[in-house]
């Protein structure tokens, strides 16, 4: 009996530190990284979607993937949905989100900055940035993109441009 309570101890210790672990990992990626996790707000990935026109065969890269709901509504639709993700946690999120919607042929997770992204591949670029970050986000797609990239951004518009439409503060750009 003691040697099962010990087991029990043990393992409930290891998820508690598990969480404190992931929580604390949060709260410095909330407050230190240059983009911190903040998820697409359901009612508005619709409206990213439709923006965005994906066609089966086309290839969609998220820039800061999170937790891959904009990539796995992307692959629905028949896309090559590409997500670059620093946090590993978002990164496993995302994977076990694949498998279960049995979406693993379409959908690529990059644990990669993605200022190291090669927006070349894309039809469609996701873009959700904070305000101070729109510029460079704006300068990084429309030098590595190519002609015809469809540019879709989420909240805060790119500085200088001027989007094709807008729509519940979702805004449509193209090169």
Same mark, same amino acid.
């Given at each position: 009996?003691? &040697?099962?309570?010990?087991?029990?101890?043990?393992?409930?210790?290891?998820?508690?530190? =598990? #969480?404190?672990?992931?929580?604390?990992?949060? $709260?410095?990626?909330?407050?230190?990284?240059?983009?911190?996790?903040?998820?697409? %707000?359901?009612?508005?990935? =619709?409206? &990213?979607? %439709?923006?965005?026109?994906?066609? =089966? /065969?086309?290839?969609?890269?998220?820039? /800061?993937? /999170?937790?891959?709901?904009?990539? $796995?509504?992307?692959?629905?639709? /028949?896309?090559?949905?590409?997500?670059?993700?620093? +946090?590993?946690?978002?990164?496993?999120?995302?994977?076990?989100?694949? %498998?279960? +919607?049995?979406? =693993?042929?379409l959908v690529k997770i990059h644990k990669k900055n993605l200022w190291a992204s090669d927006l070349k591949v894309a039809d469609v670029i996701f873009v959700y940035g904070?305000?101070?970050?729109?510029?460079?986000?704006?300068?990084?797609?429309?030098?590595?993109?190519?002609?015809?990239?469809?540019? #879709?951004? +989420?909240?805060?518009?790119?500085?200088?441009?001027?989007?094709? %439409?807008?729509? +519940?503060?979702?805004?449509?750009?193209?090169?």
């Open positions: 009996m003691q &040697i099962f309570l010990a087991i029990t101890l043990l393992i409930v210790t290891f998820l508690l530190l =598990s #969480v404190l672990v992931i929580f604390v990992f949060f $709260l410095i990626d909330l407050f230190l990284a240059e983009l911190p996790f903040v998820a697409t %707000k359901k009612e508005k990935i =619709s409206t &990213i979607i %439709k923006l965005a026109d994906i066609k =089966s /065969g086309q290839t969609v890269i998220d820039l /800061g993937s /999170g937790d891959g709901r904009l990539l $796995l509504e992307s692959a629905k639709k /028949g896309a090559m949905a590409i997500g670059y993700e620093l +946090n590993p946690y978002l990164v496993l999120i995302t994977i076990i989100r694949v %498998k279960l +919607n049995g979406l =693993s042929h904070r305000k101070k970050t729109m510029q460079k986000f704006q300068n990084f797609v429309y030098k590595n993109a190519k002609k015809g990239t469809r540019f #879709v951004v +989420n909240d805060n518009p790119f500085p200088t441009k001027k989007p094709i %439409k807008i729509e +519940n503060k979702v805004y449509l750009y193209k090169v």
